[in-house]
């Protein structure tokens, strides 16, 4: 899949920006008014701190906070975007590449995947728990297979976290194994024994002032992803958070 090709008429950096400006709340507004150009209104749930879309049992997962306040000025030098007060990649980069991903879907006929974003990662990870209850209370999303957050920082990396699993493992050969500390798949995934991992989006220097942004490379990881959806998106069997032929790590 080539989505550079059919972006190269257009500036990466600035389709990313208008996901950079706006409010946490403001976001998610837009993101559920968005949501409804691939979801049916019986297939679109918002709750206070989470979206989901029920679609194929791929499900991919952002969120719509920053450690960062909205930024006022933005700069666009040597194929990165930044900005003196901290640029909020992490993970508006996430939010904009499934948006990318699913108007690919969209376009060429692939099946569209589960989307869920959540709110307050960067601080309780509320988001990801009331959804993760919710799941077990009302079985929403108990159709996905595997869960790929969109959130990780550098290029072409995955962080399993406590997933151990070989199956997914195999999925996500191209990308190279890193540890990391958490996100909202920690949570998902622990509730409800479900595989995972958290996939670099083209970002550096997370939470600080420093942070920048290499548009280019979230393509790359779109690119990536696309194929894992046209490819095992007819994968229905549960994979489970931890299996036994899964290698031991050293």
Not at 6 to 31: A, H, Q, W
Not at 197 to 217: D, F, M, Q, R
């Amino acid at each position: 899949m080539k989505i550079k090709e059919d972006y190269r008429n257009e500036s990466v950096g600035r389709l990313l920006i208008p996901f950079l400006t706006k409010t946490e709340d403001d976001l998610m507004e837009v993101c559920h008014q968005e949501m409804g150009k691939f979801f049916s209104s019986r297939n679109l749930v918002k709750k206070e701190k989470y979206i989901f879309g029920h679609g194929s049992p791929i499900c991919l997962v952002a969120h719509l906070d920053t450690v960062h306040q909205v930024p006022r000025e933005i700069v666009e030098q040597g194929g990165r975007l930044s900005s003196p007060t901290g640029i909020g990649g992490d993970d508006r980069n996430g939010v904009f590449a499934i948006f990318v991903i699913l108007e690919f879907c969209q376009k060429y006929g692939l099946p569209i995947p589960s989307i869920l974003f959540t709110k307050e990662e960067e601080t309780t990870l509320i988001g990801a728990y009331q959804f993760a209850v919710d799941s077990c209370i009302s079985g929403i999303g108990s159709h996905v297979s595997f869960f790929l957050e969109l959130d990780k920082k550098g290029f072409l990396e995955v962080a399993y976290y406590d997933c151990q699993n070989a199956v997914l493992g195999t999925i996500l050969e191209n990308f190279t194994p890193v540890k990391g500390l958490y996100s909202d798949i920690s949570v998902i995934s622990e509730f409800l024994d479900v595989a995972s991992a958290n996939l670099s989006i083209g970002y550096y220097n997370a939470h600080t002032k420093h942070e920048y942004i290499v548009p280019e490379e979230i393509f790359d990881t779109c690119e990536e992803v696309l194929d894992i959806v046209q490819k095992y998106s007819s994968i229905t069997t549960k994979l489970s958070l931890k299996d036994s032929a899964f290698p031991k790590r050293k």
